[in-house]
């Protein structure tokens, strides 16, 4: 299994931005699928979006579309969640998730094989 760290969490106001970056360690020569969700109070946790194993396709949950940002970067074994024109109700912990395999994203957190400790994001209006 591999080992993630999410950081970069932190408060912006509503219409800024935020970078969150998920650092890999472990079996990296692997190849994974990668994703972030959150979990804001109270609900259930969703996903944000997701990178193909080999960067060639992202999907994102329509609630962050044409907002949100995922990259990655193999050499360096991180992927970047790029968050603009935030708003309140992004206002959650995040977590990046890695899913094992020469394989897309998908949306059921049951599907990853790992999971970092996640990062606190707010917004505040």
């Known amino acids: 299994q591999v080992q993630l760290v999410e950081s970069g969490g932190g408060l912006a106001q509503a219409g800024g931005s935020l970078r969150l970056s998920c650092a890999a360690s472990?079996?990296?020569?692997?190849?994974?699928?990668m994703s972030w969700f959150r979990q804001a109070p109270g609900k259930e946790r969703e996903f944000v979006g997701g990178?193909?194993?080999?960067?060639?396709?992202?999907t994102y949950a329509d609630s962050v579309k044409g907002r949100f940002t995922i990259s990655r970067d193999d050499a360096k074994n991180t992927v970047t969640l790029q968050m603009d024109r935030l708003k309140p109700e992004a206002t959650a912990v995040y977590y990046c998730?890695?899913?094992?395999?020469?394989?897309?994203?998908?949306?059921?957190?049951?599907?990853?094989?790992?999971w970092g400790q996640g990062t606190q994001v707010t917004v505040s209006s």
């Open positions: 998730a890695a899913r094992s395999g020469r394989l897309s994203p998908v949306r059921l957190g049951r599907e990853y094989d790992s």
């Open positions: 990178i193909s194993w080999n960067g060639y396709s992202t």
């Open positions: 472990g079996r990296t020569s692997s190849t994974y699928a």
